[in-house]
């Protein structure tokens, strides 16, 4: 099968759509299939792309210097860049000048399209314009986010909790729920003593990790806040920020208005072939406070290394956290969610336990696993769209015939 995706981000911006379109792309391919993907041109001069990437210019976009605006003018001649290409089906990946540039070249090849809701932006929008009324961004965002799913031939959603929210927003278009998947490969191997050694943190320290995009809607305050109360039992616990983003200026105030310097580390972003594996594997326990995710990847990437996960059980993450089974569901308030990390970094054969089941319950979600299952989700779409042009063209035939027999 021939598959065009579309997106507005993709490496080098780094967030959890791009791993998700590299992650189903590759192994897709792997499985004989054709996927091209257009995406924005960054201003990094050291992108080196994989075959089958269709580079788009791109304008800065204001107040978000991470992100870059496919032009108008650029999508329009995308078919120039496609060249000879031919595709079975077309599938945006992001709500922006992707989705009505993916709409236009399915429309133009007479080929369904489809699309993943990769982001809840209801609780999402409010964090970027924060002078707008959250009541109005809220209803903004629901609006099209029905509109778009509406306009397209099906929708992939991550998680159960999404597939009800959408269903719920008035999205009529057929849903299936089917999440990114892990490569568990390439997650073995993390050497967390070298990584302790690297950033100068002993070997015995307690040591939390999080890993992901330093954003304000990753409710990454309330971990700091959640800190000051492990830090009471726990006086030498380090927390390990690895990830750049927006809120980072705004993160780093925080450490200094709360007296964390001496138990916070930001280290960026970390290359996720080496450095970054290395620090999942340096943690005793990873914690993740985001209310707002879609389905929360790196919890099983955590749980993969072997790394205990403390976690906030809302949206997608519901998905992925059972209690016990390489996790702990925390409550959503600060004294409650330190009583949970202090308990699992007092207790080493609990932390062992979960590393073991947490390892087990990760190898659900592996990547070539739902690969399979998203190209037999293509290939229904594709069929069906078939039988309904077939059934159209027999009943315009039809038309003509008694038209025909009328005339006579």
């Not at 897709?28 to 075959?51: C, F, K, M, N, R």
């Not at 099209?144 to 306009?151: C, F």
């Not at 293509?378 to 159209?392: E, T």
């Amino acid at each position: 099968m021939r598959i065009l995706y579309v997106s507005d981000v993709y490496f080098p911006r780094v967030n959890g759509v791009s791993t998700s379109i590299r992650t189903f792309r590759r192994e897709l391919q792997a499985l004989g299939h054709e996927v091209t993907l257009v995406a924005p041109a960054y201003p990094q001069s050291t992108i080196i792309d994989e075959p089958g990437i269709v580079r788009i210019a791109a304008r800065a976009i204001p107040l978000d210097p991470e992100d870059r605006l496919m032009r108008a003018s650029a999508l329009r001649r995308i078919p120039a860049h496609l060249g000879a290409r031919t595709f079975d089906l077309v599938h945006i990946q992001t709500p922006f000048a992707a989705h009505y540039a993916g709409l236009r070249i399915a429309g133009e090849l007479g080929i369904p399209c489809v699309a993943t809701y990769h982001t809840f932006f209801e609780e999402y929008l409010h964090h970027y314009v924060p002078f707008v009324p959250r009541a109005f961004t809220r209803a903004i965002a629901r609006g099209i986010s029905r509109r778009q799913g509406n306009q397209v031939d099906a929708l992939v959603v991550p998680s159960r909790a999404m597939l009800s929210t959408l269903s719920a927003y008035g999205v009529r278009s057929p849903m299936t729920v089917l999440p990114t998947g892990i490569p568990l490969a390439e997650l073995a191997g993390g050497n967390g003593d070298a990584f302790r050694r690297r950033h100068g943190i002993p070997a015995r320290r307690p040591l939390l990790v999080h890993v992901g995009r330093a954003a304000f809607e990753k409710n990454i305050d309330f971990l700091l806040r959640m800190l000051m109360r492990v830090r009471l039992r726990h006086p030498d616990v380090l927390l390990v920020i690895a990830g750049e983003g927006p809120a980072l200026p705004d993160l780093q105030k925080s450490v200094r208005r709360l007296q964390l310097d001496a138990n916070v580390q930001f280290v960026g972003y970390l290359d996720r072939a080496g450095a970054l594996l290395d620090c999942f594997s340096a943690g005793d326990v990873f914690v993740f406070a985001s209310r707002t995710e879609t389905q929360g990847l790196v919890l099983l990437e955590a749980m993969a290394q072997g790394v205990p996960v403390v976690a906030i059980g809302e949206m997608g993450t519901l998905d992925v956290l059972e209690n016990g089974r390489g996790a702990v569901i925390a409550p959503p308030d600060e004294q409650g969610f330190a009583d949970a990390v202090s308990r699992l970094l007092d207790s080493p054969s609990l932390r062992k336990q979960l590393a073991a089941a947490g390892r087990q319950h990760a190898q659900q979600w592996d990547a070539v696993r739902l690969a399979r299952r998203l190209a037999e989700f293509y290939s229904n779409i594709v069929a069906a769209a078939a039988q309904s042009a077939d059934s159209d063209a027999r009943a315009t035939c039809n038309v003509v015939q008694r038209a025909n027999v009328t005339h006579l």
